[in-house]
């Protein structure tokens, strides 16, 4: 290693190996913040954090070398071993029967214009749900990993949800009392997270094991109509994915213009608008994807288009065209 240029090459990569183990540790952290009711999940996710910052601290020391942060890479690898094992034998026990509330057989229903739509029953205040999802979590491999899956949703969803009731039995109270000296706070609290909230439960349903192409029907009528092809309103969403900073893009319909338009959100209220019905969102927050895709949002994007549910989303476009 006397080599200038190989001693030049190798502190860049110990820099990098740093920099990766301190964005890896950060959000590790983040996950066991969010995984509070589980002990188990939170043991596993400090092991893990902790070899990422033994790693941090070989590749720290300038005599550290290739051999020894090799050993320390595979301690990371067997705590994520124990860690999916973990989640993998408690999925046997989570239920994947219950009905999914999108699905034709979870709502009554009425028709117009010959197309089902689902009779929404009416939520009270701070009694909000998680949805199940229709597929299992490894179902959407290799594209979308089960450890992602597991966290978006028994996660990151859920705690959407209890923040979500939480601000709404607040805001019950401040209705009750006349007291209306936090409402401000609370108000935000159920936008903000009432936004994730219907937002993750459209992403879970438009996207499905075995999907992707190119949809049919009117649905790519409309497209045509409003974007020339299906090509560029691809290219156009996926553009406008890789650039938004956390958020949403979404493909919503317009009953003010009556045609469909690509919308991107950022800090889950800004850079949107409203009135348009969401048809196809995608989550481009970095928990959406940074497991399996770290600093590699763009690929994804591109991975993303294989699971969305094409149908689904039909079915979505007529009840807003055929409803407003």
């Not at 190996?17 to 043991?43: F, G």
């Amino acid at each position: 290693m006397n080599n200038p240029y190989y001693v030049y090459v190798f502190d860049w990569i110990k820099t990098w190996i740093i920099n990766t183990c301190r964005i890896h540790q950060h959000w590790l952290k983040h996950q066991r913040d969010l995984t509070e009711h589980d002990d188990v999940s939170i043991k596993h996710l400090t092991a893990i954090e902790t070899a990422y910052r033994q790693i941090e601290q070989m590749a720290s020391s300038p005599h550290s070398s290739i051999g020894e942060l090799d050993a320390y890479f595979h301690k990371v690898l067997n705590a994520q071993n124990k860690y999916e094992k973990y989640l993998q034998i408690r999925q046997t026990t989570d239920n994947h029967n219950q009905p999914h509330m999108y699905t034709n057989n979870s709502f009554p229903t009425s028709r117009v214009s010959n197309t089902t739509i689902p009779t929404v029953q009416r939520v009270p205040m701070g009694q909000h749900q998680l949805p199940s999802l229709p597929y299992p979590y490894h179902a959407l491999e290799p594209y979308i990993d089960e450890v992602t899956m597991r966290i978006h949703h028994g996660e990151h969803h859920k705690k959407y949800v209890d923040n979500l009731n939480t601000a709404e039995i607040e805001i019950e109270k401040a209705r009750q009392t006349l007291n209306f000296d936090q409402i401000r706070h609370w108000e935000r609290e159920a936008s903000y997270n009432g936004v994730e909230h219907y937002l993750h439960t459209i992403f879970w349903d438009c996207i499905k094991p075995n999907s992707g192409g190119v949809p049919s029907g009117s649905l790519l009528k409309q497209i045509q109509t409003d974007f020339g092809k299906f090509s560029a309103l691809k290219s156009h969403f996926s553009t406008i994915a890789e650039k938004v900073a956390g958020g949403w893009v979404i493909l919503v319909w317009n009953p003010r213009t009556a045609r469909l338009e690509i919308l991107q959100m950022e800090k889950q209220q800004s850079l949107s608008q409203w009135d348009g019905v969401p048809l196809l969102c995608l989550d481009v927050s970095e928990h959406a994807y940074y497991l399996k895709y770290p600093n590699r949002k763009k690929e994804y994007i591109k991975h993303w288009w294989n699971v969305v549910n094409w149908d689904a989303v039909k079915r979505r476009f007529h009840q807003a065209r055929n409803s407003t």
